[in-house]
């Protein structure tokens, strides 16, 4: 079938994305009042479970009690031992994954469905019946100060937790404030006391996605839905204040370092706020894919850094911005001035057309990329659940996606990239 | 079992297609069979640093990356010791694109020296973020010069030398091009919301009239069978001392690779296994205790690093993993932790292949080696491995003349 040579400096004719494809997931409770959500998907006998527990750092009243309640809690039950649990786990080839993070705490597993009763019975003796026994908890916080001794040894790390405790002062939650030593610290009494106040059924609520067979309703309602693990009372909810740092620059100083790290951002807003979409876009632009301004400009123009990248970050109780890149220590205030530049470029000149349209296209392929398949599906949903937001959200984005226009974009930047605002961290040397 | 359908066209080139109809997206896999061993030894580093140099443009097409996110697409690529992957994923009802990116640069770069020279300052900091300026980062390139002293696996894919890649010339560049970037070099494959007919001629339409090119056949030397134990000790700026052991074991194809990577997943896969139980919980020696097999296409390595706890010794920490190995030598597996391992492996499979993308990379990594309808018969592989075979080639690769162990001290 040998045809005429193609033109190659023609680009193939292509459709735009006009819808992206989500399922509602089906929500019901079980009886005791925990909300059950389920996406059913997919075509393998494969099924992702997420408990998910307002037990994050949020409500923790030492460093890291959040964190290593939640990991003690796989460490031995009243009838299962630890190496009995990981037996369980690893025979029935499943996966548990224990998470933490502001305002959150997780389990999540995943598994073959034939074996979703023997996984399901495993993780409510993990919820209900932990026990915290003293050894795994000294094999814990071995394994976790060493990883974190060397964690803290990285510029990334360093420029990363100083970052947050600049924006939001050491006090808050959202400061990443703890280092290695704070494991010396630990009291096994607090982390079984933080679990048996916030691992209840009140602060529970579960999510699954894959082929959801009918039998797993029956096995969380027998395994979740009675009345025995609600609280006896709620639990008051704690605020806190963010105290911004008076200065601007920061310098954390590591002198052998051959790269500095840098972050760069400001305060933002969350996903609740009417700017949030537009931010995404803006984002998106500046740092957000591959053929951003600062890659284009800082990477593929300058050679100065093997990445450079920009977020927005969506917390329960404020937002945030950032830029963050690993440079050649020589680069360092080079890379800083281009960042700036590039701020202000976003803030004095509208966005050409040409450019927001690849941005447009590129971020509705993203979200067909991001609502790809089951559990891609339950992670887009899972991360609207703390703002009580529903699809909406995402039908929006897709709306401003298409329709924000240049003026709104600059805007934007006008009201949160403000040069006053941005706060600037460098790890290393500069 | 991944179903697929396979044409070569008259230049050589590989297709195949697997179709997926569960998603609106399709993945365009092109997998190089250039890696890191195919290089010049004063000349390390260069099969990378090329594929940096793949997205610099091409002849007809000055940008790779932005047509491709006008189609709501995505890509990546990665080099490793034995090939070069590329790959793509968009909007099915796109792909044509996919095609004309892909085949324009197999077609010709756009070598200009202005991108040769700031991807050469991008993989210097890429070099740096990666392996000079991370904690333990030069220990792996160090244990794989120990225990190679002749193939080309000695260097690690980023290079020997930063300065192989700060002196690489445009003419170099130029020649590596046209010695490995070829039609008969490669293995096509499309994945997702795909017709296989449609694929074959959209193949033909743009790969098919691009020239033939000759590819030097491979000739590596082979390493020699070590005979003595190699050991070394290093000092540098980190927090704790670390442990790095590696032993020689077989190709990619030979029956006694899977064994090996039972063996590793017996000892370190999952909080079940032996080596995390015993040692780091039970005796709380070590903070963190891996093993795992390099999986190179030639002879590779089966590789354990760990980080000594509570006070232990690098020679008490070697000495205990000597001594779970010695046991697994002499007492072999019992049939359910084998059974353990198997099952997960066969689940992890199951995982692995919901997602299209993970197929078309799966694919084009058999058929590079040979075979791709060798990737729905791994879990028989696996399946068929009894614990007799754990245990002699447990006996085969775990003898002290058969490794290089090296001590990574914390400079007090």
Not at chain 2, 209 to 234: C, D, G, S, T
Request: one cysteine or more; glycine letters at 4%; aromatic letters at 12%.
């Amino acid at each position: 079938m040998k045809q005429d040579k193609p033109n190659r400096t023609i680009a193939p004719e292509f459709r735009e994305i006009t819808d992206i494809p989500f399922l509602l997931p089906e929500k019901r409770e079980l009886s005791n009042g925990i909300p059950l959500y389920t996406i059913h998907a997919g075509t393998e006998e494969v099924c992702k479970i997420d408990f998910i527990f307002d037990a994050g750092m949020w409500y923790e009243q030492h460093e890291l009690n959040a964190l290593l309640a939640n990991l003690m809690l796989n460490e031995g039950t009243n009838t299962l031992s630890a190496s009995n649990l990981a037996g369980i786990f690893d025979f029935h080839g499943a996966y548990l994954q224990l998470s933490t993070d502001q305002h959150h705490a997780y389990l999540s597993v995943i598994t073959l469905n034939r074996h979703l009763s023997k996984i399901i019975e495993t993780l409510a003796s993990i919820i209900h019946e932990s026990t915290f026994p003293q050894h795994e908890f000294e094999s814990l916080i071995i394994k976790k100060k060493n990883r974190f001794l060397v964690e803290a040894e990285k510029v990334k790390v360093i420029s990363q937790k100083r970052f947050t405790e600049v924006l939001f002062g050491k006090e808050h939650p959202y400061a990443l404030t703890a280092w290695p030593n704070d494991y010396d610290k630990i009291n096994l009494d607090d982390l079984k006391n933080f679990a048996r106040t916030h691992y209840k059924a009140e602060r529970c609520r579960i999510l699954a996605s894959g082929i959801i067979r009918p039998e797993l309703y029956s096995l969380l309602e027998k395994h979740f839905g009675s009345n025995d693990w609600k609280s006896p009372s709620l639990l008051p909810e704690s605020e806190f204040e963010i105290h911004p740092s008076s200065r601007h620059f920061h310098l954390f100083e590591k002198k052998e370092a051959l790269q500095s790290a840098i972050r760069v951002g400001c305060h933002a807003v969350n996903k609740l706020h009417p700017d949030f979409q537009g931010l995404l876009v803006l984002n998106t632009i500046l740092g957000g894919y591959f053929g951003s301004r600062l890659m284009s400009n800082i990477r593929e123009d300058k050679g100065y850094t093997y990445g450079i990248y920009s977020m927005i970050i969506s917390l329960k109780k404020a937002g945030y911005f950032f830029i963050a890149s690993e440079v050649g220590k020589d680069s360092c205030q080079a890379a800083l001035d281009e960042i700036q530049f590039e701020l202000k470029r976003l803030r004095t000149e509208p966005v050409p057309t040409d450019e927001l349209n690849t941005v447009r296209s590129y971020m509705l392929g993203e979200m067909l990329r991001e609502f790809d398949g089951p559990f891609a599906q339950a992670a887009s949903f899972r991360a609207l659940l703390e703002y009580d937001l529903n699809n909406d959200f995402y039908t929006n984005l897709i709306h401003t996606i298409k329709e924000i226009t240049s003026e709104q974009l600059m805007e934007l930047s006008n009201r949160y990239f403000k040069e006053e605002n941005i706060y600037e961290v460098v790890a290393g040397s500069k | 079992m991944i179903q697929f359908d396979k044409i070569v066209l008259e230049n050589g080139l590989k297709v195949l297609v697997h179709r997926d109809t569960t998603t609106p997206l399709a993945a365009l896999n092109i997998c190089y069979d250039v890696g890191s061993r195919d290089e010049d030894p004063n000349l390390t580093g260069f099969a990378h640093l090329f594929e940096h140099l793949m997205f610099g443009g091409s002849v007809n097409i000055p940008s790779y990356d932005e047509p491709l996110q006008q189609v709501g697409g995505d890509n990546n690529a990665f080099t490793s010791n034995d090939i070069t992957n590329y790959y793509l994923t968009l909007p099915s009802e796109n792909i044509e694109t996919g095609f004309w990116l892909e085949s324009d640069r197999m077609l010709e770069l756009a070598f200009s020296e202005k991108s040769l020279e700031v991807q050469r300052n991008v993989v210097i900091e890429e070099f740096k973020q990666r392996y000079l300026n991370q904690p333990y980062g030069d220990a792996w390139p160090k244990i794989r010069k120990m225990a190679y002293q002749v193939h080309p696996y000695s260097w690690p894919t980023i290079g020997k030398d930063i300065s192989h890649i700060e002196n690489a010339t445009l003419y170099q560049v130029k020649e590596f091009f046209y010695r490995h970037y070829a039609h008969n070099n490669a293995v096509l494959v499309a994945t997702g919301n795909v017709d296989s007919d449609q694929i074959f001629q959209l193949a033909e339409k743009w790969f098919g009239p691009i020239p033939y090119r000759e590819v030097p056949l491979r000739n590596l030397p082979q390493e020699p069978v070590q005979k003595e134990l190699r050991f070394e000790e290093m000092e540098r700026d980190v927090p704790i001392d670390s442990l790095y052991m590696a032993y020689h074991m077989s190709d990619r194809l030979a029956p006694e690779y899977y064994t090996a990577d039972l063996i590793s997943d017996i000892l370190s896969n999952g909080h079940s296994s032996r080596l995390y139980r015993r040692l780091v919980i039970d005796k709380q020696m070590f903070s963190e205790l891996d093993a795992f097999i390099s999986g190179d296409n030639d002879p590779g390595l089966f590789m354990i690093s760990g980080k000594p706890a509570n006070g232990f010794s690098l020679d008490q920490a070697k000495e205990a993993i000597l001594n779970e190995l010695q046991q697994l030598c002499e007492e072999g597996v019992e049939s359910n932790e084998l059974e353990k391992v198997k099952n997960k492996f066969e689940a992890t499979l199951v995982y692995t292949n919901m997602s299209y993308l993970n197929k078309a990379m799966g694919l084009a990594n058999f058929e590079n080696l040979g075979d791709a309808s060798q990737i729905n018969n791994q879990a028989d592989r696996y399946r068929a491995i009894t614990p007799e075979r754990i245990r002699e080639t447990a006996q085969k690769l775990f003898t002290p003349e058969n490794s290089s162990i090296l001590y990574y001290r914390a400079r007090k």
